[in-house]
């Protein structure tokens, strides 16, 4: 019982600073972010929440932290759409990506299974380790999984076969029409190594931003129905330049 006490005390302090209504929440952004409502868009600022089946959209500036009751954190890049727990009845299905760049870090919390999902049109993408990156090419809904940490169990949505596994370092791209198994699997130390640059620059655009005294202005009213039209603003001054997202792979 004892052994189990430091787990509860940080589940519990866990769930005291993040949602545990199934939200997640914005920490930190740069750029154009939104949530649509009844398909406006509203714009989002630091502490806002999501709720599930809700869609995050951002600007071709946009970059947004969030985080979940768990801990566990995800990104979103610039130009993307991505629904955040877009099936209600199954909650480890965390992310939908219709397009965009997504990077996502699962916590686990004493060492137990913290098993998620993210789906994109050609793909579902099943945790089994902690970090790895996720786009989705606007032409051909192409998917690339890049794993960054640990490992990942990738499948198609559409073609049924068996599944791959990247580890570490590895990268795959999975094409619309056609199976897992014709999919080729690359080492991709460069691109994480780069992947992770990308990320400690966008933490650090958010916290300049902080420091600078850049004001958070809370949107009261509905933005139009284009994201980074006037209206849809996140902050009273410009915000900072957008993190760069990791690189996609080439294509083959």
């Known amino acids: 019982m004892l052994s189990a006490l430091p787990a509860l005390l940080a589940g519990g302090l866990l769930c005291a600073q993040t949602p545990t209504d199934g939200a997640a ?69 965390l992310l939908e990506v219709w397009l965009g760049k997504v990077r996502v870090q699962i916590e686990h919390i004493g060492n137990l299974p913290n098993n998620n999902r993210v789906r994109t049109p050609s793909a579902v993408v099943s945790v089994r380790g902690t970090i790895f990156d996720v786009e989705v090419d606007e032409e051909n809904e192409a998917t690339t999984v890049l794993d960054e940490e640990g490992s990942v169990e990738v499948s198609h949505l559409l073609k049924p076969g068996p599944s791959r596994i990247l580890t570490a370092g590895e990268w795959v791209r999975i094409n619309k029409n056609e ?64 993190p760069p997202p990791p690189p996609a792979p080439p294509k083959p």
């Open 25 to 93: 929440k914005l920490l930190s952004f740069s750029g154009r972010i939104s949530v649509l409502r009844d398909s406006t868009p509203w714009a989002l600022n630091a502490g806002d929440t999501v709720k599930p089946q809700q869609v995050i959209v951002t600007g071709e500036d946009g970059w947004g932290l969030f985080q979940v009751s768990d801990g566990s954190k995800f990104e979103v890049y610039a130009n993307s759409r991505v629904v955040f727990r877009a099936n209600r009845g199954d909650w480890k299905d």
């Open 179 to 242: 199976p897992v198994a014709k999919a080729k699997i690359d080492s991709g130390g460069l691109l994480q190594r780069v992947a992770r640059i990308a990320a400690d620059v966008a933490y650090q655009a958010a916290a300049n931003a902080r420091q600078s005294g850049t004001a958070v202005a809370r949107a009261g009213t509905a933005a139009s129905s284009t994201v980074g039209a006037p209206g849809d603003k996140n902050s009273s001054d410009a915000p900072p330049p957008p």
